[in-house]
């Protein structure tokens, strides 16, 4: 191959190299934390791919890390699905951080087959910019097949998973492990595309999530019930 055909080919949006960053060809979501954007090839949450946020724990801030870029979204027009959360998404605390609840859809439990299947339509929808996803359980093979239904429907993709999931293969595009460190969370990136993540990223998040409960105390991190927040 001519040098300069190396070179041209070295230099297309679609190849990384396994010491640098990738520089993907594929638009990115800005996540709202500029410390978090520089670890993330193309400087954001990916899309058209799924992002895996595991974790041992709800409460550590796994909504919370979210909300910057899904108040951008909705702010634009832009479609955002929660297949399966774990509670009823608390309206008011939402609006507060900004994000447009006209612009929401939630798709409760049924069956493992059925939660799938809504999640992969949702992804493949091409109108929703963000599918956010509480997979009861979830297998290589199936997990692939929402990875394509992201990239065909152009959605940033979100499956919160547990952290014991680390340990089995994906075919996410990142993953990352959340873990509460005091007031911060800790964020330690084990698959990117492009050189491997070194250093684990503490954020500090917004408590815009947090509301008094009925008898004005802050509901516990995992609680939830009417005039309550779940506080994630």
Same mark, same amino acid.
């Given at each position: 191959?001519?040098?300069?055909?190396?070179?041209? !080919?070295?230099?297309?949006?679609?190849?990384?190299?396994?010491?640098?960053?990738?520089?993907?060809?594929?638009?990115?979501?800005? #996540?709202?934390?500029?410390?978090?954007?520089?670890?993330?090839?193309?400087?954001?949450?990916?899309?058209?791919?799924?992002?895996?946020?595991?974790?041992?724990?709800?409460?550590?801030?796994?909504? *919370? !890390?979210?909300?910057?870029?899904?108040?951008?979204? #909705? *702010?634009?027009?832009?479609?955002?699905?929660?297949?399966?959360?774990?509670?009823?998404?608390?309206?008011?605390?939402?609006?507060?951080?900004?994000?447009?609840?006209?612009?929401?859809?939630?798709? $409760?439990?049924?069956?493992?087959?059925?939660?799938?299947?809504?999640?992969?339509?949702?992804? *493949?929808?091409?109108?929703?910019?963000?599918?956010?996803?509480?997979?009861?359980?979830?297998?290589?093979?199936?997990?692939? *097949?929402?990875?394509?239904?992201?990239?065909?429907?152009?959605?940033? =993709?979100? !499956?919160?998973?547990?952290?014991?999931?680390?340990?089995?293969?994906?075919?996410?595009?990142?993953?990352?492990?959340?873990?509460?460190? =005091?007031?911060?969370?800790?964020?330690?990136?084990?698959?990117?595309?492009?050189?491997?993540?070194?250093?684990?990223?503490? !954020?500090?998040?917004?408590?815009?999530?947090?509301?008094?409960?009925?008898? $004005?105390?802050?509901?516990?991190?995992?609680?939830?019930?009417?005039?309550?927040?779940?506080?994630?």
């Amino acid at each position: 191959m001519a040098a300069s055909s190396l070179e041209t !080919l070295l230099q297309h949006p679609a190849l990384w190299r396994g010491d640098d960053l990738a520089r993907v060809a594929q638009p990115s979501l800005a #996540t709202g934390f500029a410390a978090l954007d520089r670890a993330l090839p193309g400087g954001g949450w990916p899309v058209g791919a799924l992002t895996e946020l595991l974790h041992e724990r709800e409460g550590v801030g796994e909504l *919370r !890390l979210l909300a910057p870029a899904l108040a951008r979204l #909705t *702010r634009e027009g832009r479609w955002v699905a929660w297949v399966t959360p774990p509670h009823l998404p608390y309206a008011p605390a939402l609006a507060a951080a900004g994000i447009q609840l006209s612009r929401l859809l939630v798709i $409760g439990k049924t069956t493992l087959r059925d939660n799938l299947w809504a999640a992969e339509q949702a992804l *493949r929808a091409g109108s929703m910019g963000a599918v956010l996803f509480w997979p009861s359980d979830i297998d290589s093979r199936a997990a692939r *097949r929402l990875q394509l239904a992201a990239e065909a429907g152009g959605a940033a =993709g979100f !499956l919160y998973r547990p952290l014991r999931a680390a340990e089995q293969a994906s075919p996410a595009a990142l993953r990352i492990v959340l873990e509460a460190q =005091g007031d911060e969370l800790s964020l330690r990136l084990l698959k990117r595309r492009g050189a491997p993540a070194t250093a684990a990223i503490r !954020l500090r998040l917004a408590k815009s999530l947090v509301f008094p409960g009925r008898e $004005g105390r802050r509901p516990a991190a995992s609680s939830f019930s009417p005039g309550q927040a779940w506080h994630a």
